[in-house]
T-cell receptor
Framework: ETGVTQSPTHLIKTRGQQVTLRCSSQ?????VSWYQQALGQGPQFIFQYYREEENGRGNFPPRFSGLQFPNYSSELNVNALELDDSALYLC????????????FGPGTRLLVL | AQRVTQPEKLLSVFKGAPVELKCNYS??????LFWYVQYSRQRLQLLLR??SRESIKGFTADLNKGETSFHLKKPFAQEEDSAMYYCALSGRGGYQKVTFGTGTKLQVIP
């Protein structure tokens, strides 16, 4: 069984740029959630994808967008990067009926200068 | 709105001492409560969920609906318990957003 993987591990961007982060879900999982974890904070829910459709969204602006592919892997795109977007971005996968039990990837650390 | 509060950023205990990590929540309805743990240089992982009523690595947590709390307890702390612990909450059924607390760092002193 393959766990959740994320790429890249680290990324440095400048303000105003765009970034794409990638996530491969655990084998057999069709639901992917994305979280932003700022330093010293708990993960904050960005959105969730289920069978290629956005299935719920947290309090993040539209410049945070995503995709899920037929193989259930997912991308998080952030446009017009701001300094406050610097954080660890976590991807978690799950599968009905236990979508609340999530399996996390190692994260992508994004630094915006 | 759903909210999870972990009042302690850091909890230091001696090896063999009891541990209690506090978690309070706010949710209108019947929530699912979880504890996640992150050991040094490892990814976030589920420790236990209240619906399972199980003990994992000697840890237990009881949901107290009257006090809206879900404290994590262990009678005798071990050095390997040192980690970051996050309490989390979601609703039940279908799509449910998971809300995390800010986490408590547990430091077990040898």
């Amino acid at each position: 069984e393959t766990g959740v993987t994320q790429s890249p591990t680290h990324l440095i961007k400048t303000r105003g740029q765009q970034v794409t982060l990638r996530c491969s879900s655990q084998s057999g999982h069709n639901t992917v959630s994305w979280y932003q974890q700022a330093l010293g904070q708990g993960p904050q829910f960005i959105f969730q994808y289920y069978r290629e459709e956005e299935n719920g969204r947290g309090n993040f602006p539209p410049r945070f967008s995503g995709l899920q592919f037929p193989n259930y892997s997912s991308e998080l795109n952030v446009n017009a990067l701001e300094l406050d977007d610097s954080a660890l971005y976590l991807c978690a996968s799950s599968s009905p009926p236990s979508t609340e039990t999530q399996y996390f990837g190692p994260g992508t650390r994004l630094l915006v200068l | 709105a759903q909210r999870v509060t972990q009042p302690e950023k850091l909890l230091s205990v001696f090896k063999g001492a009891p541990v209690e990590l506090k978690c309070n929540y706010s949710y209108s309805g019947s929530p699912e409560l979880f504890w996640y743990v992150q050991y040094s240089r490892q990814r976030l992982q589920l420790l236990l969920r209240h619906i399972s009523r199980e003990s994992i690595k000697g840890f237990t947590a009881d949901l107290n609906k009257g006090e809206t709390s879900f404290h994590l307890k262990k009678p005798f702390a071990q050095e390997e318990d040192s980690a970051m612990y996050y309490c989390a909450l979601s609703g039940r059924g279908g799509y449910q957003k998971v809300t995390f607390g800010t986490g408590t760092k547990l430091q077990v002193i040898p």
